[in-house]
């Protein structure tokens, strides 16, 4: 079994219907996975995805913060969701594909802008949304799994347009690289992007303010793929849509693909 998966911040699923429904069409991933959806479940429009075939959608909704939903052209099952850190959030949601495949869909927190937690809470709870992860994932062996999402930290020095201005900027910080370093080391994930395109900048995320932000090109690798070991060595053509935040009234984010052959 070949599918072909993205995983898309799209930030409001209801204001940016149109580019989705437009990456459907051009791009036709058989999964697609969307983070920041804000959106309760029964308010997302369902119709116009159905329509080109998407016909299954699992989804954790929240009005207008947070949200995750996975969207796919092939059966899935409800696989759960867990509040991580005990926050409240709907930032986790996860489904499984008939060769018993599980994906699961992540918006990791923020952050804020401050990289401390004792002045900043919403550092604090990026900081236990990732320890709550890594410990899940101890207690938990995940096996025949992908993690995707907008996991909010770049953690390479080419995963951002300038490293060192960015060593103290959340996102980048040496204290969130290490806690994802640690997150992946639990689980046996192996990032399938970096492992597709192993060299060279490559960025997922550009700033809304930014006056032309393609010329500026100041991107950081927000956007995950990645799969257990057990099957990442299936996992190829990773590439990121860039074109795709040039769209009309584009998320800042772009979506990030991988093929598995499963």
């Known amino acids: 079994m070949t599918f072909t998966l993205a995983t898309w911040n799209i930030n409001s699923v209801r204001l940016r219907e149109p ?12 999964v697609l996975c969307l983070q920041e959806c804000k959106s309760p479940v029964d308010k997302i429009p369902t119709e116009g995805f159905a329509a080109l075939g998407y016909t299954h959608m ?20 409800d696989a759960g969701r867990h509040d991580f850190a005990n926050l409240g959030h709907a930032r986790h949601v996860a489904a499984r594909l008939e060769n018993g ?16 937690r004792e002045v900043n809470e919403k550092f604090g709870q990026k900081l236990d949304y990732l320890t709550d992860m890594r410990d899940d994932f101890h207690a938990n062996a995940p096996k025949r799994s992908i993690l995707v999402g907008d996991l909010n930290i770049a953690p390479r020095e080419d995963d951002v347009w300038d490293h060192k ?21 639990s689980g046996n994930w192996v ?3 970096r492992a597709d395109i192993p060299e060279g900048k490559l960025y997922s995320w550009w700033s809304y303010r930014a006056r032309d932000w393609d010329a500026a090109d100041k991107g950081r690798r927000l956007d995950h793929v990645w799969a257990t070991a057990d099957i990442a060595a299936s996992g190829h053509s990773s590439r990121v849509a860039r074109h795709v935040r040039g769209w009309e009234k584009p998320s800042d984010h772009a979506p990030i693909f991988a093929t598995f052959d499963l």
Not at 19 to 30: G, H, N, S, T
């Open 19 to 30: 580019i989705v429904l437009k990456l459907l069409q051009e791009e036709a991933p058989d």
């Open 58 to 77: 699992i989804a954790n909704g929240q009005k207008g913060y947070n949200g995750v939903m996975i969207l796919s052209r092939l059966p899935i099952v």
């Open 101 to 116: 495949v599980t994906i699961h869909n992540h918006y990791v927190p923020a952050g804020g802008d401050k990289p401390d």
């Open 165 to 185: 201005k960015l060593l103290k900027v959340v996102s980048h910080t040496p204290i969130e690289v290490e806690a994802l370093a640690e997150v992946q080391d």
């Open 191 to 193: 990032d399938v992007t």
